[in-house]
């Protein structure tokens, strides 16, 4: 696979977990930040959509 075939991260350089351990930045857990890159792009993708629905729920 090349690199450029990879589900990109959604870091964007603003790295703070909150008391939920999710990152205030990217709205990534914890976990899901330690484990990206041993994810497929399928599981990127799941979190990718979890990571939407995180940022939504953080503007309301």
């Not at 999710?22 to 399928?42: A, F, K, L, P, Y």
Request: glycine share 4%; hydrophobic share 35%.
């Amino acid at each position: 696979m090349l690199v450029s075939d990879k589900v990109r991260s959604p870091c964007v350089s603003v790295c703070a977990l909150d008391a939920n351990d999710v990152c205030i930045g990217c709205h990534r857990s914890g976990d899901e930040i330690m484990r990206w890159t041993q994810m497929t792009n399928d599981e990127r993708r799941d979190v990718l959509k979890k990571v939407a629905e995180r940022e939504r729920g953080s503007l309301l």
